[in-house]
């Protein structure tokens, strides 16, 4: 019962995107068939069709998830806000390696390991998106204003 829940409403907020990627998302030009447009029209129906599959079809065992399991699913979600919220402000590298290294001892790795994992995360993520993939990430707007006031 809980995953007809769940998937009914993942079902509502990905319909809800789909007609957002349909309607609303509109670039000048069209300069990779991928691109800003095609993705998220792509992504809003290989989703729909896989929640639906959800939906009609859900898994007959009972989860049994334990109280300390919800509570450990709340906490993740808390820190993929944090995330999003300090990604601008701290820039990719910083907010990446906080989330990263925060995730990794929540999910039990001893401090060395979630340090060395973080640094990996934050830094290589960086040098694969931005280096190689020439993607836009974010320097960090507390870095920029104070580089800028050195000048």
Same mark, same amino acid.
């Given at each position: 019962?809980?995953?007809? &829940?769940?998937?009914?409403?993942?079902?509502?907020?990905?319909?809800?995107?789909?007609? &957002?990627?349909?309607?609303?998302?509109?670039?000048?030009?069209?300069?990779?068939?991928?691109?800003?447009?095609?993705? %998220?029209?792509?992504?809003?129906?290989?989703?729909?069709?896989?929640?639906?599959?959800?939906?009609?079809?859900?898994?007959?065992?009972?989860?049994?998830?334990?109280?300390?399991?919800?509570?450990?699913?709340?906490?993740?979600?808390?820190?993929?806000?944090?995330?999003? #919220?300090?990604?601008?402000?701290?820039?990719?590298?910083?907010?990446?390696?906080?989330?990263?290294?925060?995730?990794?001892?929540?999910?039990?790795?001893?401090?060395?390991?979630?340090?060395?994992?973080?640094?990996?995360?934050? &830094?290589?993520?960086?040098?694969?998106?931005?280096?190689?993939?020439?993607?836009?990430? %974010?320097?960090? #707007?507390?870095?920029?204003?104070?580089?800028?006031?050195?000048?």
């Amino acid at each position: 019962m809980a995953d007809r &829940i769940f998937s009914g409403v993942l079902f509502l907020v990905t319909l809800a995107y789909a007609v &957002i990627a349909f309607t609303s998302i509109k670039a000048p030009f069209q300069y990779d068939p991928l691109g800003p447009e095609t993705w %998220p029209q792509l992504l809003s129906v290989v989703a729909l069709l896989c929640i639906a599959h959800v939906f009609w079809r859900p898994d007959v065992h009972d989860a049994g998830v334990p109280r300390m399991m919800w509570v450990r699913l709340g906490y993740m979600v808390l820190l993929m806000l944090a995330y999003a #919220e300090l990604y601008e402000r701290l820039g990719f590298v910083v907010s990446t390696m906080l989330y990263a290294g925060t995730a990794s001892r929540m999910l039990g790795a001893k401090l060395v390991n979630a340090a060395i994992f973080a640094g990996v995360a934050g &830094i290589g993520g960086y040098l694969l998106c931005s280096v190689i993939l020439d993607m836009n990430l %974010p320097f960090g #707007e507390w870095f920029e204003v104070l580089l800028s006031s050195g000048e």
